[in-house]
């Protein structure tokens, strides 16, 4: 299985200032296809976790243009350029490549 | 509107087999390119991919716990039923269902989900 490392695990950040949160796979993501199925969530306490960026970089309608994503092969950035108090919560990365596998999650909170 | 809704008991004692059904509304079970998935989340833990089954009927499992696992469908009642034989209390945990895009990768739909505790 393909393991999907987070870095930070914990991200104490000041409301209006920038985040970013890395997440590292054990093998590239690139699918046979050439496409790289690799999805960012948010999930709140009590709550399913929420789509915000699939395929790197692309936004789910409806998320806010302060979610970004980024990355290649192995490595990938979700970044939030100004965080808001509703985006504390924890961030999960996901690789749909092969069997889907997440990583261990990143918990956003503010300082 | 699609939604899943979970569904199964609270509480199951230790080497007991739980079963959990999906129910599904707003798409087919049959729909071309489409999955139906369970996923878990130990209470504070992350999340972990369980099983899968495709628009064809495909099935896949995670590695480490595919002897355990059975998915299965029933079309005419819109469900995805989830076997796990031989239940433990690491197996103590938030059970989600959830739809998942083949051609993309996205996972756009997710129930809220079941919290099964397993305990003697």
């Known amino acids: 299985d393909i393991v999907m490392t987070q870095t930070p695990l914990s991200s104490p950040v000041t409301l209006g200032q920038p985040a970013s949160i890395s997440c590292r796979s054990s093998q590239s993501l690139v699918h046979s296809d050439g496409n790289t199925y690799l999805s960012w969530f948010h999930q709140r306490p009590g709550q399913p976790p929420r789509l915000l960026i699939y395929d790197i970089s692309k936004r789910l309608s409806g998320v806010p243009d302060r979610f970004s994503g980024s990355g290649a092969g192995t490595d990938f950035t979700l970044k939030i350029s100004r965080v808001e108090a509703e985006d504390v919560g924890v961030y999960y990365c996901?690789?749909?490549?092969?069997?889907?596998?997440f990583g261990q999650g990143t918990k956003v909170e503010i300082k | 509107q699609v939604t899943l809704r979970e569904s199964g008991p609270a509480l199951v004692r230790p080497t007991q087999t739980l079963t959990l059904t999906c129910t599904v509304s707003g798409f087919s079970l049959t729909t071309r390119g489409m999955c139906v998935a369970w996923i878990r989340q130990p209470p504070g833990k992350a999340l972990e991919w369980l099983a899968r089954?495709?628009?064809?009927?495909?099935?896949y499992y995670s590695t480490s716990l595919k002897t355990r696992l059975t998915i299965s469908k029933d079309t005419s009642k819109n469900q995805v039923v989830l076997t796990m034989t031989n239940m433990a209390p690491v197996d103590t945990a938030t059970y989600y269902c959830a739809r998942m895009s083949l051609m993309s990768g996205v996972v756009d739909y997710w129930g809220q989900g079941t919290l099964v505790a397993v305990s003697s």
């Open positions: 996901m690789q749909a490549t092969q069997f889907p596998t």
């Open positions: 089954l495709d628009w064809d009927d495909d099935k």
